[in-house]
C-alpha cells in the first residue's frame, strides 16, 4: 500500500477505518416530516449543513418475465445515483471540519456527486478519472457541476500521490461515505411497513453501498427490530469480477490480477479496497455473489427501460442476475433489486 492509502486504515490494528459506537437505531428518533436521508439523522453523527434531498427513493414492485421483486430506484437521487447518500453525508463531515477542496477518482457517477455537492458546500472539487475508460457524458456531468477533471492512466497511484497533506474525499475510502449508504437499508425497512425483505441484489464495484445496506440492515437488528438480516447478493460482471471469483474459492480476499472490460463501467474495480469486508458480509447474510456477461446486461437494460425504468448498465447487471437467484433462492423469495444510476447519463443523439 502507498503511505497515503495506509492513511485510510487503523495504526493499530492495520483495519479499515470505520465509524465506532454508533447511536442505536430507535423509531422514535425518525423525524417523519423530512424527507429526505436526514430523517435519520439521530443515527449519523454528522452535522448536516446542507441537502440536495437526497434518499427516499421509490421503492416500486415489479413483473418482470415471470419474476417478481421491488425495485429501489437509487438512480433518482439528485444527482442521478446512489452515490448521493455517501457523498452527502462525507462532504458535511468534511465542510465540518473546515475543507475548502475535495479530491476523488471515480468513473463518473461518484465525481458527478462530489462536484455538486461540493458546488453547494462552496468546496473546490477535483475529480481524477480513469483516462482509459471514463465515460464522456459523465465526465461532462462532472464538469456541469464545476468540477475540474484530471484524466490518469495510472489510478490509483496519481491520486494517492495528489491527495498527500489535502482532503481526500474518497468514496472507497472514507468511512463516512458507508455510513451514508446505511440511510437506504432503513428506508427499505420503513418502506415494506418496517420489516425486511428475504433478499438485497446489488451491483458491486468498491461494495459501499453493499456494505452501508449490510450494516443498516444489521443495525435494525441489533436494535430487535429483525429477527434476521436480508441475503445479500454482489453481482458483478463477468468482464471484472473480483468478489465473485474470491467467493466461489471460499478465500477470504478479493482475486487480483483480474483486469477486464465491459459495458457496466460504475463496477469496473478489479481492486476493492473493502473487498474483505464484502467478503465477510455476504457470508454473514447468507448471501451471494454472481456474474453476468455483457449481452445478459444490455439484455437487461432493454428490458428494465421498456418498462419505463431508465437505467444504467452498471444497473442492469442484478436485474441480469434474475434466473441465476431465483435458481438458488426459489421465486417466491421476497427480493430488492438496488437500480444505482441513471440511464440518462449515456444516452446519445
Known amino acids: 500500500m502507498t503511505a497515503q492509502a ?7 490494528c492495520g483495519g479499515m477505518l470505520d465509524w465506532a459506537a454508533l447511536p442505536t437505531f430507535a423509531p422514535a428518533q425518525i423525524v417523519p416530516d423530512d424527507f429526505s436521508l436526514w430523517r435519520y439523522q439521530a443515527f449519523l453523527p454528522v452535522q448536516r449543513r446542507f441537502s440536495l434531498g437526497e434518499g427516499m427513493t421509490p421503492l416500486t414492485p ?19 445515483s446512489f452515490k448521493d447518500r ?18 476523488d477518482n471515480s468513473s463518473g457517477n461518484a465525481g458527478a456527486s462530489l462536484a455538486a455537492y461540493a458546488a453547494l458546500a462552496g468546496i473546490r472539487a477535483t475529480v481524477y478519472v480513469p483516462k482509459a475508460s471514463a465515460v464522456a457524458s459523465k465526465k461532462a456531468h462532472i464538469r456541469a457541476y464545476g468540477g475540474e477533471i484530471i484524466e490518469s492512466a495510472d489510478l490509483p497511484a496519481e ?30 425497512w420503513e418502506q415494506l411497513g418496517r420489516r425486511a425483505p428475504e433478499a438485497v441484489a446489488m ?11 449490510y450494516r443498516g440492515f ?3 437488528h441489533a436494535a430487535g427490530l429483525l429477527a434476521q438480516i436480508p441475503r ?13 471469483r474470491a467467493w466461489e474459492a471460499g478465500a477470504d480476499t478479493p482475486a487480483t490480477g483480474i483486469r477486464g472490460a465491459s459495458v457496466a463501467d460504475g463496477i469496473l474495480v478489479d481492486e476493492p479496497v473493502r473487498g474483505q469486508q464484502i ?5 454473514a447474510s447468507q448471501g451471494l455473489a454472481l456474474r453476468v456477461d455483457n449481452a445478459e446486461i444490455l439484455d437487461a437494460q432493454r428490458r428494465m427501460r421498456s418498462r419505463g425504468f431508465m437505467i444504467e448498465a452498471t444497473s442492469a447487471a442484478p436485474v441480469a442476475a434474475l434466473p441465476q437467484i431465483r435458481a438458488q433462492l426459489g421465486d417466491a423469495t421476497e427480493l430488492v433489486i438496488t437500480l444505482t444510476g441513471s440511464g440518462l447519463k449515456n444516452l446519445s443523439a
Request: hydrophobic share 50%; proline share 4%.
Open 6 to 12: 495506509t492513511n485510510w486504515r487503523c495504526r493499530y
Open 62 to 80: 415489479l413483473h418482470l418475465d415471470g419474476a417478481r421483486f421491488y425495485a429501489k430506484q437509487e438512480y433518482l437521487n439528485p444527482t442521478g
Open 86 to 103: 455517501g457523498v452527502a453525508v462525507m462532504l458535511n463531515h468534511l465542510a465540518s471540519a473546515g475543507a475548502a477542496e475535495a479530491m
Open 159 to 188: 491520486i494517492y500521490a495528489a491527495a498527500r497533506g489535502r482532503h481526500y474525499a474518497s468514496h472507497a475510502w472514507n468511512p463516512s461515505f458507508v455510513l451514508g449508504q446505511q440511510t437506504a437499508a432503513w428506508e427499505i
Open 203 to 213: 451491483p458491486v464495484g468498491h461494495g459501499g453501498l453493499f456494505l452501508g445496506m
Open 218 to 220: 444489521l443495525a435494525l
Open 232 to 244: 445479500l447478493i454482489a453481482v458483478q460482471s463477468t468482464g471484472v469480477d473480483p468478489i465473485v
Open 279 to 283: 467478503l465477510r458480509a455476504i457470508a
